[in-house]
Structure formats: C-alpha cells, structure tokens
C-alpha cells in the first residue's frame, strides 16, 4: 500500500538512516541553542539551513552513476589540490592558522573536502590497478603521492589534525585495496621511531604543547590545559542525567571554550549527562553500521572502497572529537558531526553520506555502470 501512495523513488532512499541523522542534527541544535544563551541565532538556525541544504546536495550526489563518480575522482582531487595551494597564497588566517578561503557568501575550508575526496581518488586508482599490482611496492608510489601532496599541504596551514585525518582515511582504503598487513606493521613501527624526532623538527610550539598537556593536563590547568580541563569538567559534572536543558554552568558562565565546536559534545553532556551522550553515539553507530554494510553489498571493487572510506571519514570524525573532548586524544581541532557549528564540516559529512547512498542505489537497482 505504502509503495503505491509513496513514489517508488521516495520509498528507496534509505530513511532508517535519514530520519535518526535529523533527529541527531536537531538534537545538536538544541545543544547550540543553549549555547548561545537561549538564542537561535548565531549557531542553532544556521545549523539546521545547513543540514536542509546539505542534505538535498546528498540526494543529488545520490543520483549520479559510477561512471560519473570515476570520470571526476582525479579531476576533483586536482582541484582541491589547487584550492590548497590557494589557501597558503590568498587564505583567511584565524586563530593562527591559514585554512579559510573567502569565497564571499561562505569560509569554504578547502582541507575539509580533502578528506573524501582523497577516499575517491584512491578508489579509483586502485579500481584501475590490476590486481597482480596491489601488492606491489611500485604501486606505492603513485598512491603515496596521491596522499603526500594534500597531507603536507594541509598540515603547512597548519592544520595536524585534518592532515592526520587525511593520511588516515587513505591509509584505510589503501589497506582495504589488498595491502599486506605486515607492511602496515612496519610502517606503524617506523612511524613510531620517527615520532620523537618530528616532534622536535616538524610540529610547531603549539602543537608541542598539545601533546604535552594532552598527557599531562592538570600540570598548567590554566594555561595550555584549560580546554581539556573544563571539558573534562563540564562532562563530568552532568553524571547521568545532566544537569538540565540550559543549565551548563560550564558553557553559559564562558569556562568552556569553543562550546559550540570543538566542545559541543561538553556541552550537550553537561546538560543532558551519559544518557545524552549513549544517543549521540547510538546514532554514530547506526550510521557507521550501514555504511560498512553497504560496502560490503557494493557491486564492484570501486565502489567497495569508495563507501567503505566514507564511511570511516566520518568515523574518524566521530572518534577523535569524542575522545578529544574526554582527555584521550590531544586538541586538534576536529568538530562532531551533526552536533558542531560548522558549515564546512557538514557539508563533508553530508558528501560521505551522499556518497554512500549513491553506492546503496547502484547496489539495489543493478544500474552501477549506467544512470
């Protein structure tokens, strides 16, 4: 009955996903509402425009054949190649960093799209790579310049925890390509060996400082410290239940910086406690559980790891700020998705889920080659 009042079109997309992500995106709204002091403006009503215009961008995305997506992968990966280099010569400086270019009715970040669009670019390498070559150190070359270029482009901002998130999502598809464990084994270790020496040589004052707090906090609680400190706070003080709808001392008394990005999750857990926080991350694993399963139902090897890297992009996201916030991770600056203020990284966030939608329909109608 339902199909026969409901376009079939309508009825195929994949709203057991859809409906929990605007019930997450409106409960972050909520979580900014109270953060501006009971004010819909600045955060609250931009969020919600931002997830409405997104997410119709993500149905259109839907709608595009594999083809497509093969014909632009490098064609969109040089671009945001271009638009980086754009940032170091014509880019926006905030907060010490040069990562904004102003494109007049938008700060468009430019190392936010990087991250899936480094996802399509490896797919569809490898989609071209015979497969006798993915196990072949020559096959490394092409892919780590594919990820180098952006990564350090990204991290020259500066901006670490983007140019992490970037080689990490590549790492991943790379991974998932068919590449031996034991080499990710020895990079691991080598990687671990030169940790000291580009802590001394590569990262600046403050990002030293970050990973020096990060381990010890409360030794300058009030100097380079006092992010993860009152965080820590604001999350612990709301126990449970919280502390109530608009009752976060931490963030309404101005303790907790960044409380609408950075921090959000700090301020949603002190107003409504671990119980808030169980339906945040319900949600990130009810996404992150259908795009695993689309990838694993996709119809060839490209489209396999294209939702597979979308996918953790998100994931990535979702992890680190998480941890960021409780003390697990050092501060780098990576919003949560769906909760933060933050139109650059909602508009990458709804991208990996339009992505991923558009494999689940290649999937389901059988048309991966075609539109």
């Known amino acids: 009955m339902s199909r026969q009042i409901i376009p079939e079109a309508i009825s195929r997309e994949p709203w057991h996903v859809l409906v929990p992500l605007f019930l997450l995106n409106t409960f972050g709204s909520v979580v900014l509402y109270s953060a501006a002091g009971g004010h819909l403006q600045p955060w609250a009503l931009l969020h919600e425009i931002h997830f409405v215009v997104f997410l119709l961008m993500a149905f259109v995305i839907s709608r595009f054949p594999?083809?497509?997506?093969?014909?632009v992968a490098f064609p969109i990966f040089g671009t945001l190649v271009v638009l980086l280099v754009l940032v170091e010569v014509l880019g926006k400086v905030s907060g010490g960093s040069q990562r904004w270019l102003n494109l007049g009715f938008m700060q468009l970040q430019p190392s936010e799209?990087?991250?899936?669009?480094?996802?399509?670019?490896?797919?569809?390498?490898?989609?071209?790579?015979?497969p006798a070559m993915t196990k072949s150190w020559r096959a490394l070359i092409p892919a780590g310049a594919l990820v180098g270029v952006p990564a350090l482009l990204v991290m020259a901002q500066p901006d670490l925890g983007t140019g992490l998130a970037i080689t990490i999502g590549a790492a991943v598809v790379i991974?998932?390509?068919?590449?031996?464990?034991?080499w990710f084994v020895g990079v691991g270790t080598a990687g671990a060996i030169a940790v000291p020496i580009a802590f001394k040589l590569l990262l600046k004052p403050y990002q030293q400082a970050r990973v020096t707090i990060f381990l010890d906090p409360e030794s300058d609680p009030l100097g380079k410290g006092y992010h993860i400190t009152q965080s820590k706070i604001a999350i612990g003080s709301g126990g449970l239940w919280g502390k109530g709808f608009g009752n976060g001392s931490q963030s309404h008394l101005e303790y907790l910086p960044e409380a609408q990005t950075d921090f959000a999750f700090a301020t949603m857990a002190e107003e409504w406690g671990i119980l808030g926080g169980l339906f945040v991350?319900?949600?990130?694993?009810?996404?992150?559980?259908?795009?695993?399963?689309?990838?694993?139902?996709?119809?060839?090897?490209?489209?396999?790891?294209?939702?597979?890297?979308?996918?953790?992009?998100?994931?990535?996201?979702?992890a680190i700020n998480m941890m960021m916030v409780m003390g697990l991770a050092p501060v780098v600056g990576i919003p949560l998705p769906w909760i933060s203020h933050g139109g650059s990284s909602m508009m990458t966030n709804m991208i990996c889920i339009g992505t991923i939608m558009a494999v689940d329909r290649w999937s389901k109608t059988g048309r991966s080659l075609g539109g």
């Not at 799209?113 to 015979?130: E, T």
């Not at 991974?175 to 034991?182: D, I, Y």
């Not at 991350?281 to 979308?310: E, H, K, N, Q």
């Open 175 to 182: 991974f998932l390509a068919g590449l031996p464990l034991s």
């Open 281 to 318: 991350l319900a949600v990130f694993l009810w996404v992150l559980r259908w795009g695993m399963g689309v990838s694993r139902r996709a119809p060839d090897r490209f489209s396999s790891l294209l939702a597979a890297g979308m996918t953790f992009t998100i994931f990535f996201y979702m």
């Open 113 to 130: 799209l990087m991250k899936p669009g480094i996802v399509l670019a490896l797919a569809k390498f490898y989609d071209g790579l015979p």
């Open 66 to 71: 594999r083809d497509f997506f093969k014909q």
